[in-house]
């Protein structure tokens, strides 16, 4: 069954340090990839996306993604944090007609 | 970028009543969603709605909820009635082709006491 699995639901790391937010999808065939962000108190904001071809997506603010089909990955960085970034972070595949299979999302928190 | 706005913000109604919730919808999209969020769990598709049609509806969109677009104006849901189950925040999505990216508003939370 399709599915999308982050395995980290919390994730801390200093300002200033670099940022990896794992993602693990379950699809069969060629999947459309998506990081979205959640800042409190708002909706998702698109970060970055994967249509099929270069496995390596830049999104906003820095953030940059790698697809990899052997190992069902979609991981999230970023090379330097900003306490600005401190937020959940959701993976996300396009299962059928724009039906997003969501995972259970990553809280990021930035230490000073 | 594109924009999706919800009205209202914040919803607080009695079990047992209705509901609508509204979405104004990016104007050149096609393709319209409702996804429900219980507090701090992941985010679930409820239904997609392309052409003044219901596509596909997941098993959360229960007999009580509808959705339409009357008139190429706002994309609503409503619940009919409420049960307290309902609580949440609904986020409405749309997109020009339903394999493109699906821009969200900011949600709409729904108390049922």
């Known amino acids: 069954a399709q599915s999308v699995t982050q395995p980290d639901a919390r994730v801390t790391v200093s300002e200033g340090a670099s940022l990896q937010l794992r993602c693990k999808y379950s699809?069969?065939?060629?999947?459309?990839l998506f990081w979205y962000v959640q800042y409190p108190r708002q909706g998702l904001q698109l970060l970055l996306k994967?249509?099929?071809?270069?496995?390596v997506v830049q999104g906003v603010n820095g953030f940059e993604a790698e697809f990899s089909k052997s190992n069902s990955s979609f991981h999230l960085r970023k090379a330097s944090v900003h306490w600005s970034d401190w937020a959940v972070y959701f993976c996300?595949?396009?299962?059928?007609?724009?039906?997003?299979?969501f995972g259970q999302g990553t809280k990021l928190s930035i230490k000073p | 970028g594109p924009k999706v706005l919800q009205i209202p913000s914040h919803q607080i109604i009695d079990m047992g009543q209705m509901v609508t919730l509204n979405c104004d919808p990016v104007?050149?999209?096609?393709?319209f969603y409702w996804y429900k969020q219980i507090l701090g769990q992941q985010m679930e598709f409820l239904v997609n709605?392309?052409?003044?049609?219901?596509?596909?509806k997941s098993k959360l969109f229960k007999d009580q909820f509808s959705v339409e677009r009357p008139d190429g104006s706002y994309f609503t849901l409503k619940i009919q009635p409420t049960a307290l189950e309902d609580s949440a925040v609904y986020f409405c999505?749309?997109?020009?082709?339903?394999?493109?990216?699906?821009?969200f508003g900011a949600g709409t939370r729904l108390s049922v006491l």
């Open positions: 999505a749309s997109s020009f082709r339903s394999q493109n990216t699906l821009y």
């Open positions: 699809y069969f065939g060629t999947p459309y």
């Open positions: 994967y249509y099929p071809g270069d496995p």
């Open positions: 996300a595949v396009n299962y059928n007609q724009g039906k997003l299979i």
């Open positions: 104007s050149n999209h096609l393709y």
């Open positions: 709605f392309y052409n003044g049609k219901v596509m596909e």
